[in-house]
């Protein structure tokens, strides 16, 4: 049974980047959508990216143009690339998957923190 673990958060200041990795291996099922969400503190967590197993992204509103989401198919990982970083973006980030086609299941990583300072 595969399982997400996240990795690349940490502290960076005002306009730093980060790149968060998600490993992909372990599970039987076609992945269908790969996402980053995000929860900051004392709030719910919300889309940041997504990407289909046909290469359509989806942005959140408050990310796009700083933050980018892909595949390396050869590694079977996803990223999240993270530019521009700002300290609204300090949150817990989680790695999401989506299997199957005519049935889904949703697998959901620990979380990664991301904390920027002003």
């Known amino acids: 049974q595969g399982r997400l673990v996240e990795s690349g958060g940490g502290s960076v200041q005002t306009g730093g980047s980060l790149r968060l990795s998600c490993p992909l291996s372990?599970?039987?099922?076609?992945?269908?959508?790969m996402g980053w969400y995000r929860q900051p503190p004392g709030k719910q967590r919300e889309l940041v990216a997504t990407?289909?197993?046909?290469?359509?992204?989806d942005y959140g509103d408050s990310v796009k143009g700083r933050f980018t989401i892909s595949r390396d198919t050869a590694k079977n990982e996803v990223y999240l690339q993270m530019n521009s970083l700002k300290p609204e973006d300090t949150a817990v980030y989680y790695c999401?998957?989506?299997?199957?086609?005519?049935?889904?299941?949703?697998?959901w990583g620990q979380g990664t923190q991301v904390t920027v300072s002003s």
């Open positions: 999401k998957i989506t299997t199957g086609f005519a049935t889904t299941i949703d697998y």
């Open positions: 372990g599970f039987g099922r076609a992945i269908n959508t």
């Open positions: 990407l289909t197993s046909r290469g359509n992204t």
